[in-house]
Each structure stands twice: as structure tokens, then as C-alpha cells.
């Protein structure tokens, strides 16, 4: 387990053992795990957007983009 990610509205947690990787969205409550393809192509993008200078409104856009993954409810993270 890596924690690749903490921002006071998202973390992201890689676990390349299971190639999966977590995705929590703190300012809504939901949580997701990608797997397989998906975590690799999320691994990919994700590089590439923490490569470059980004404001919050893009990290929410980045979020966005991935909320259909997304589809638990938080309980005790």
C-alpha cells in the first residue's frame, strides 16, 4: 500500500500488489477501487496531471472524471 495522494479533498491509495488503486473523494463521502487496465490508465493520467502545475478547480475536474467509479459511501476510512 502507497498513499500517492492527500489533498484536503481527495486521497489516493495504490496498491500495485493487487494492482488496484483507491480513489476517495473527501468533499462528497464516496470511495472507489479501480482494478486491472483501469487502475493502470488512472495511474497514468493521474501522473501526468500531478506532472504539471494545476489549481484546485482542475483537481476537481480530475476528480469528476472519475466519479462514476466512485459508488460507496465512506464509513470509517
Known amino acids: 500500500m502507497q498513499v500517492v495522494f492527500n ?4 486521497y ?6 493487487e494492482d488496484a488503486v483507491e480513489m476517495l473523494d473527501k468533499r ?6 479501480m482494478r486491472g487496465e483501469v487502475a493502470q490508465r488512472f495511474r497514468h493520467d493521474f501522473g501526468i496531471f500531478l506532472s504539471e ?4 478547480e482542475q483537481l476537481e475536474d480530475f476528480i469528476d472524471a472519475y466519479s462514476a467509479m ?3 459511501p465512506v464509513s470509517h476510512h
Open 12 to 17: 489516493v491509495i495504490d496498491y500495485p500488489a
Open 7 to 10: 489533498h484536503h479533498f481527495m
Open 70 to 72: 466512485m459508488d460507496q
Open 28 to 33: 462528497h463521502g464516496r470511495v472507489g477501487i
Open 53 to 56: 502545475e494545476r489549481d484546485e
